[in-house]
């Protein structure tokens, strides 16, 4: 059974770091590509992060610089490193798998299974 579970959220001051997880269950994990979305009260969902197979990465122009998505094939697992918080930045974070049927496009990825979501909050 596939599941995808997010962990790391919270509450954090602008300027602030928080590190976000995910653990992928019921993968072949390591061929597949990852990403991270973002949903805000009021907006629609958004790519953040992007990371193929073979580790590549892209990110949204908003987040450049500040986060960076990184992966661990033996632990099956997939990590958002969030730095210099803004408040823009808060929203509803979801960690999203490859799926051959998905309905998500992200950069060159087709996502289709999708965790239950952390919330990030940023106060200024």
């Known amino acids: 059974q596939v599941q995808l579970v997010e962990s790391g959220g919270g509450s954090v001051q602008a300027g602030g770091s928080l590190r976000l997880s995910c653990a992928a269950s019921?993968?072949?994990?390591?061929?597949?590509?990852m990403g991270w979305f973002r949903q805000a009260p009021r907006k629609g969902r958004e790519g953040v992060a992007v990371?193929?197979?073979?580790?590549?990465?892209r990110y949204a122009d908003s987040v450049k610089g500040r986060f960076t998505i990184s992966r661990d094939n033996a632990k099956n697992t997939l990590y958002l490193q969030m730095n210099s918080l803004k408040p823009e930045d808060t929203a509803t974070y979801y960690c999203a798998a490859e799926h051959p049927y998905g309905g998500t496009w992200y950069s060159t990825c087709r996502f289709g299974d999708w965790g239950q979501g952390t919330q990030v909050t940023v106060s200024s």
């Open positions: 990371i193929d197979s073979d580790g590549s990465t």
């Open positions: 019921g993968y072949t994990y390591s061929s597949i590509c």
